[in-house]
T-cell receptor
Framework: GAGVSQSPSNKVTEKGKDVELRCDPISGHTALYWYRQRLGQGLEFLIYFQGNSAPDKSGLPSDRFSAERTGESVSTLTIQRTQQEDSAVYLC?????????????FGSGTRLTVV | AQSVAQPEDQVNVAEGNPLTVKCTYSVSGNPYLFWYVQYPNRGLQFLLKYITGDNLVKGSYGFEAEFNKSQTSFHLKKPSALVSDSALYFCAVRDPISSGSARQLTFGSGTQLTVLP
């Protein structure tokens, strides 16, 4: 598609339930990133995929968080046993690996509310 | 390691006045620098970038930014602010000599710009 697509746009879930967030990157973008943005705060890096390389998971806050990506296509971010502190906007971005002068293209995000 | 600092959480300016949103960075090599804007309930949108060349770069919506290597700064500016410029602004940096996951952009904490009518 023309842009990065994220679904759902909004998700309300009960504490303790699992949620799955989806990101469709721009076709041909080999790099994909997940960020978390808590209310009134900056961007918190979660995970980075580059092609078929092992992902950089250094930003995942706990083992309740996991993400997958098959090749250079769709990625899913899964949060198990959600907690209220997981409430945030989850942003996905994609970029080409080269050239480095390219920035990211962001999706509109998924607003997650844990009640 | 690369890092970005946006020292002001909030900037208020009257409509028609010039605005500046500050950003300083730290990288080991020559930086690639970016500004993004986030309007309410929207994703981040690219504004402008500095890769090489002229220190003054022009971007979308009349914004510009000046790269200052000696001060390691990349402040965002606009000569005459509009109420519609009110949004959250993020500065980001990439160190082009980094490899692997360090090639990712590192973002600042964001600055909320409010333009008062």
């Amino acid at each position: 598609g023309a842009g990065v697509s994220q679904s759902p746009s909004n998700k309300v879930t009960e504490k303790g339930k699992d949620v799955e967030l989806r990101c469709d990157p721009i076709s041909g973008h080999t790099a994909l990133y997940w960020y978390r943005q808590r209310l009134g705060q900056g961007l918190e890096f979660l995970i980075y995929f580059q092609g078929n390389s092992a992902p950089d998971k250094s930003g995942l806050p706990s083992d309740r968080f996991s993400a997958e990506r098959t090749g250079e296509s769709v990625s899913t971010l899964t949060i198990q046993r959600t907690q209220q502190e997981d409430s945030a906007v989850y942003l996905c971005a994609s970029s080409s690996y080269q050239p480095l002068g390219d920035g990211y293209t962001f999706g509109s995000g998924t607003r997650l509310t844990v009640v | 390691a690369q890092s970005v600092a946006q020292p002001e959480d909030q900037v208020n300016v009257a409509e028609g006045n010039p605005l500046t949103v500050k950003c300083t960075y730290s990288v080991s090599g020559n930086p690639y620098l970016f500004w993004y804007v986030q309007y309410p309930n929207r994703g981040l949108q690219f504004l402008l970038k500095y890769i090489t060349g002229d220190n003054l770069v022009k971007g979308s919506y009349g914004f510009e930014a000046e790269f200052n290597k000696s001060q390691t700064s990349f402040h965002l500016k606009k000569p005459s602010a509009l109420v519609s410029d009110s949004a959250l602004y993020f500065c980001a940096v990439r160190d082009p000599i980094s490899s692997g996951s360090a090639r990712q952009l590192t973002f600042g904490s964001g600055t909320q710009l409010t333009v008062l009518p």
